[in-house]
């Protein structure tokens, strides 16, 4: 009797927490993984993309050749986070909070690169991602409006 009461509580509190389809569930996993896999990427002491791809901790690679270097590298990345990250709170009250995290997130790792050994902080980097963030809200805001619409 016990256990069937813990059992059907159990699940009604995860159904109240996760109420979203199948879809979202995936979307939010990549989201939080893709959280997980910046935080390594930032916080590693050189360039771990080049030591893998060169053999090399001091050389980043250049996903798009551009006049301002790797900085186009933190775009992609923090547009792709923002994007998907609000993506999967669309339809949920956190969705600005979402947008504050990730907004914060990029300006303090880029802010960690002063005390993180062989990384230095850049304002194109700075920039690069607080763009990122910013340009997939705007996007994420759009589509939001454009749906509601629809």
Request: charged share 10%.
């Amino acid at each position: 009797m016990i256990f069937k009461s813990f059992q059907f509580n159990y699940i009604k509190l995860y159904y109240s927490i996760f109420k979203m389809d199948n879809n979202n569930h995936i979307i939010r996993f990549i989201f939080y993984l893709s959280v997980i896999v910046l935080l390594v990427l930032y916080l590693f002491p050189g360039s771990l993309i080049g030591y893998i791809l060169y053999n090399d901790l001091s050389t980043q690679p250049n996903l798009i050749s551009n006049p301002i270097g790797t900085s186009i590298n933190h775009f992609i990345y923090f547009f792709y986070l923002s994007t998907i990250g609000l993506l999967s709170y669309l339809d949920n009250t956190s969705f600005n909070k979402i947008f504050i995290f990730i907004f914060l997130l990029s300006v303090i790792l880029e802010i960690l690169h002063l005390i993180v050994p062989n990384r230095s902080f850049e304002y194109l980097d700075f920039i690069a991602n607080i763009s990122g963030v910013l340009v997939g809200y705007c996007l994420m805001i759009i589509y939001k409006r454009w749906k509601k619409y629809e």
